[in-house]
T-cell receptor, first 111, second 117 residues
Framework: DAKTTQPPSMDCAEGRAANLPCNHSTISGNEYVYWYRQIHSQGPQYIIHGLKNNETNEMASLIITEDRKSSTLILPHATLRDTAVYYCIVSPGGSQGNLIFGKGTKLSVKP | GAVVSQHPSWVICKSGTSVKIECRSLDFQATTMFWYRQFPKQSLMLMATSNEGSKATYEQGVEKDKFLINHASLTLSTLTVTSAHPEDSSFYIC?????????????FGSGTRLTVV
């Protein structure tokens, strides 16, 4: 079973920041937090990952709480093309661990 | 960046026939690849872990004799759906990681839409 909990759906206005929460209260010390998104009928696309520090790349920012029990993915300026299902996953990563997908959050970006 | 190529993108086959799906890591070697299945409006479900040079590890409830996995090289894993039936129609996706540590993310293929008629 997935070790994360996410809201089933969220709306965001185009151009505004989208903040997607994820609860992973049972995360283990060696597990990373990964975020992926899936646009209809495509393979999941990697967004960002982190262990305990906040991370930022060209797509998004990842904020992990100090106790690592929850995190937030931030899309700073959402566009219509960001409409997708977003998955938060915890895993040891690499070839040592697999990704178990939960139901994710369906983000709808509206004009 | 790490690229995983999956082929074919879609396939239609007759009930009772077998279908092979290929998953290739293009610019890295992968000792382990993962196979997922996704039904409409559902999340991805892990089917099996493919290990180069050894037998695949199947998740509970996945029939290993029906879903044959071969990982003959460090860049290629194949999934063969044997004696396919309409209920096997689904979206099949593979993934791989270029490294063994958690700081290596996973790259997914573009998926294969299988329709059994």
């Amino acid at each position: 079973d997935a070790k994360t909990t996410q809201p089933p759906s969220m709306d965001c206005a185009e151009g505004r920041a989208a903040n997607l929460p994820c609860n992973h209260s049972t995360i283990s010390g060696n597990e990373y937090v990964y975020w992926y998104r899936q646009i209809h009928s495509q393979g999941p696309q990697y967004i960002i990952h982190g262990l305990k520090n906040n991370e930022t790349n060209e797509m998004a920012s990842l904020i992990i709480t100090e106790d690592r029990k929850s995190s937030t993915l931030i899309l700073p300026h959402a566009t219509l093309r960001d409409t997708a299902v977003y998955y938060c996953i915890v895993s040891p990563g690499g070839s040592q661990g697999n990704l178990i997908f939960g139901k994710g959050t369906k983000l709808s970006v509206k004009p | 960046g790490a690229v995983v190529s999956q082929h074919p993108s879609w396939v239609i086959c007759k009930s009772g026939t077998s279908v092979k799906i290929e998953c290739r890591s293009l610019d890295f070697q992968a000792t382990t690849m993962f196979w997922y299945r996704q039904f409409p409006k559902q999340s991805l479900m892990l089917m099996a872990t493919s290990n180069e040079g050894s037998k695949a590890t199947y998740e509970q409830g996945v029939e290993k004799d029906k879903f044959l996995i071969n990982h003959a090289s460090l860049t290629l894993s194949t999934l063969t759906v044997t004696s396919a039936h309409p209920e096997d129609s689904s979206f099949y996706i593979c993934s791989a990681s270029p490294g063994t540590g958690g700081d290596y993310g996973y790259t997914f293929g573009s998926g294969t839409r299988l329709t059994v008629v």
